[in-house]
């Protein structure tokens, strides 16, 4: 799948060429990086060609993190680079190439068609990011509430709208699906979404070029301002004065203000109290950490959309081993996709547990299997030292098999490094634990119930 048509690509790649001068200057660039061609973006994945090694090894070590970061700035989601280096016959992109035409037609993203003059660039939308394609569960529901009713309010309901939650939760896909629904229903408001770090460069940069007129009245006349990632303001205090300025005038001329950040207004590291005090004054939204449920929903809708028939247990593989999360687990689905289409070969869990070894790894040390025994421990009230012993009590064998059986479910670790674990035991004694879970949640509801609990303790 590819991330972004080859024209758009190109308009953005010229943007940020023309950002890269600016930060690294004209020598540098017309050495580096104006040499440079971009080739395509993929699923996270930036190609640029370069006409030599040498070229291509330079801007790979000195300016691979600026390429990237300013590329996400326009709001796509780069998460590495890769420069060719091209020969004559297999260059650049161009618009009309039959073979590229055939990915511009499936491109899923999109450039804002309202942009305001000077802000070509601003307002990338991604054309998948819509609230038909949010799914929607206990840790995001009221998020998503709000952001709908945003969205859907002629004059602002609640002023400013602050989304905050941890990384790859959902927060710049809500604040895209606002912005999708807003031109479908209020076409007419103009609607500026931008990340942070892309608001203070402008402005740092409007400075340089002793044009602050024009950037205030810029941010001053939409409707509806967007600011993504707004922990970024913190420190730089000229512009947090601006954004403290920018931001009153636009409440208080009841324009909608819509703000992200990974953490709560009053958790802003280095920002100044007036300003996280205003930031709380509307309604501060959060988005929790995901729940089983909602991973697997999230997996089954996208699922859907891929021409590859994956089994609901690959899926409930996944949703239950992937927790950390969205953006790693449509990676993680992304590959296995990829995998089946290149292989031609049926997804088991074997295959996906091999496909997916570094993900599910780096997933793991979120659950340990001390972790587990801890909390076992702690939900049937006996100590832990009685869980590794010798002891065939039956509150403590049943706190052992099902300890054994939830290290099973939710890490990746091996039957006979789980008896180990479990004061040196076979691995058999843990199949036949495994083996006796699994008959008794069958058969005993309340049991199967006291598991759920326990194990959704353990995830979140
Ligand atoms: P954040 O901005 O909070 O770091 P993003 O909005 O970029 O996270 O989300 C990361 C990825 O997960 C995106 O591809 C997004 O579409 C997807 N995603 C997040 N939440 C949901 C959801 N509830 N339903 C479907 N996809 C989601
Ligand atoms: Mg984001």
Not at 64 to 79: D, E, H, P, T
Not at 207 to 220: G, P, V
Request: aromatic residues 8%; glycine residues 4%; contains cysteine.
């Amino acid at each position: 799948m590819t991330d972004c048509d080859n024209r758009k690509l190109k308009q953005i790649w010229s943007e940020v060429s023309e950002d890269i001068k600016i930060e690294i200057g004209k020598d540098s660039y017309n050495t580096w990086i104006s040499k440079l061609n971009i080739v395509d973006l993929d699923e996270g994945m930036l190609k640029l060609s370069a006409p030599s090694n040498f070229i291509r090894d330079n801007a790979i070590s000195r300016f691979s993190n600026l390429i990237i970061r300013l590329f996400n700035s326009y709001g796509s989601n780069v998460k590495s680079l890769n420069i060719e280096v091209y020969d004559n016959n297999n260059p650049k992109i161009t618009e009309n190439s039959d073979s590229k035409n055939k990915v511009a037609t499936q491109s899923e993203t999109s450039m804002s068609s309202n942009d305001l003059p000077g802000l070509k660039g601003i307002s990338v939308l991604d054309k998948k990011f819509t609230f038909k394609n949010f799914v929607v569960g206990k840790p995001n529901e009221f998020a998503y509430a709000a952001a709908l009713r945003i969205a859907e309010s002629e004059i602002p309901a609640y002023n400013p709208l602050f989304l905050y939650g941890g990384v790859g939760l959902g927060k710049t896909h809500l604040m895209h699906a606002i912005a999708w629904r807003i031109k479908e229903i209020f076409p007419e408001k103009k609607v500026i979404y931008i990340s942070a770090e892309k608001f203070m460069y402008l402005f740092i940069r409007s400075l340089r070029y002793k044009d602050a007129m024009s950037f205030k009245e810029l941010f001053r006349t939409v409707d509806v301002l967007m600011i993504d990632d707004v922990q970024f303001i913190g420190g730089k205090d000229t512009t947090q004065e601006e954004f403290f300025h920018t931001f009153n005038e636009l409440v208080d001329n009841n324009r909608q203000v819509i703000l992200s950040a990974d953490k709560s207004p009053s958790n802003l590291d280095g920002v100044e109290d007036r300003l996280k005090s205003r930031l709380g004054w509307g309604l501060v939204a959060d988005i929790h950490p995901t729940n089983y449920e909602l991973r697997l929903g999230i997996l089954q809708s996208k699922a859907k959309r891929h021409k590859i028939k994956i089994s609901d247990k690959v899926l409930e593989f996944l949703a239950m081993k992937i927790s950390s999360n969205i953006r790693e687990l449509e990676g993680a689905l992304n590959r296995i996709v990829a995998h089946a289409t290149l292989v031609g070969r049926e997804i088991t869990i074997d295959v996906a547990q091999e496909v997916l070894s570094d993900i599910l790894r780096s997933n793991e040390k979120y659950i340990t299997i001390d972790f587990i025994q801890r909390k076992v421990c702690e939900f049937y009230n006996i100590k832990l030292s009685d869980l590794n012993a010798a002891k065939r009590q039956k509150t403590i064998a049943t706190a052992r098999q099902v300890a054994m059986y939830l290290c099973k479910q939710l890490t990746t670790k091996s039957l006979p490094d789980i008896g180990q674990n479990f004061g040196g035991r076979d691995h058999s004694t843990v199949i036949h634990a495994v083996k006796k879970i699994k008959e008794r949640i069958s058969i005993d509801r309340e049991f199967a119930t006291d598991l759920e609990i326990l194990s959704k303790s353990i995830e979140n």
